[in-house]
């Protein structure tokens, strides 16, 4: 199935967030091989070279190593995959907490309707 | 040479005295998938007719790997007209046949296999099939050569939306770095992620010449967007 891409934004940078995702989430393990520059344009229906400019700039950032003889791996480097993944987490709460302020909650009020929400939707215990 | 096609002030006046082409110079590399696009009459037929030697330029110069249209720049370009140019009589297998007779880089177990993938009968003559099939039908000759250019126009304008997907899955899948694909068509959104550059043209003359993500970074809108913006009615 071809990926969901927004037509506002550049493509290659669409993909780089995807499989930057896909590492830092655990569907691709540390060390594990990537698919060829080939395949993964077919799946996401993306330019072959779109694809490759992505992948660059996966490799400059080190999240993704060339091995000479075994196609392009994963880093091995866990730490890295961590630091991206909280960073990709305050991101989100970035995002999470204009939202909230916008709508005039204070942080207090954030963090109890967060509690409440947890022990209510998704069956969390109380503290 | 990295340059698969040179053209440089390339003219084409029909009798009426319209210029289809109007002074366009343009160079394209090779390994890329390439969108031309315009609205109706801005002379995208007219140029790709002269990149495989259809139409004489009325001034200016053509080369296709450093040489003159002829029957050389012919055995390079794979070139999928704007409307059938088969004969109806014949089954899809003869056609295939005709085409491997006819191109030295016809490959027989592609044709084969995307006839398979679009589940199209090859024994099937050409008339009983659909507008549609024929069209997918064309396209898969096209596709099955080796070529160094391969010159599209309008290939998905008349087939449904999955057959539309498939077509440019092959497209992808086809890609080989020596090779250069360039797609005329009005289907800008279907084809915008598959595309890495894009030609405008208006008038006959060449608007612009840049990648997508150029686009969509300087602009912030998808090319089908910007293309609304600069050709508004």
Redesign the interface.
């Known amino acids: 199935m071809a990926w969901e891409l927004d037509s506002d934004r550049p493509i290659y940078a669409q993909l780089v967030e995807r499989i930057q995702m896909q590492i830092v989430s655990g569907q691709y393990a540390p060390g594990e091989r990537l698919p060829s520059v080939r395949e993964l344009s077919a799946e996401a229906a993306v330019n072959p070279n779109t694809m490759q400019k992505a992948f660059a700039e996966l490799e400059r950032s080190g999240l993704i190593i060339t091995q000479r003889t075994n196609g392009r791996t994963v880093t091995e480097d866990a730490e890295m995959i961590q630091k991206i993944r909280k960073d990709l987490a305050s991101e989100h709460l970035e995002l999470f907490f204009a939202k909230m302020m916008e709508l005039g909650y204070t942080n207090e009020e954030i963090e109890r309707l967060i509690h409440e929400f947890y022990v209510e939707k998704r069956g969390g215990t109380d503290k | 040479m990295s340059e698969l096609v040179e053209i440089s002030n390339l003219c084409k006046s029909y009798q009426s005295g319209s210029m289809a082409v109007d002074n366009v110079t343009l160079t394209l590399p090779k ?3 390439i969108g031309l696009l315009g609205p109706n009459g801005s002379g995208k037929t007219t140029l790709i007719k002269m990149l495989n030697g259809l139409l004489t330029p009325s001034a200016g110069s053509l080369l296709i790997n450093g040489m003159e249209v002829g029957p050389e720049t012919k055995a390079l370009v794979a070139y999928l007209p704007d409307r059938s140019c088969l004969a109806e009589n014949m089954k899809v297998s003869e056609i295939v046949s005709y085409f491997e007779d006819f191109y030295a880089d016809f490959s027989r177990e592609r044709a084969e296999q995307m006839l398979n993938n679009l589940g199209i009968d090859a024994s099937a003559k050409l008339k009983t099939l659909s507008k549609g099939t024929k069209e997918k039908v064309q396209l898969i000759l096209v596709m099955s050569r080796a070529a160094d250019l391969y010159l599209l126009d309008e290939p998905i304008a008349g087939v449904d939306p999955a057959a539309r ?1 498939y077509i ?2 092959t497209i ?2 086809n ?1 080989n770095p020596e090779a250069t694909v360039v797609i005329s068509t009005h289907l800008i ?1 279907d084809v ?5 550059e894009v030609i405008f043209m208006k008038y006959g003359k060449l608007v612009l010449y840049t990648s ?2 150029n686009i ?2 300087q602009h ?3 090319v ?2 910007y293309f609304r913006e600069v050709f508004a009615c």
Not at chain 2, 192 to 196: G, K, R, Y
């Open positions: 390994g890329k998938i997907d440019l899955r992808i899948q890609y959104s915008e992620q598959v595309l890495d997508v993500d969509r970074e912030g809108k998808s089908d967007a």
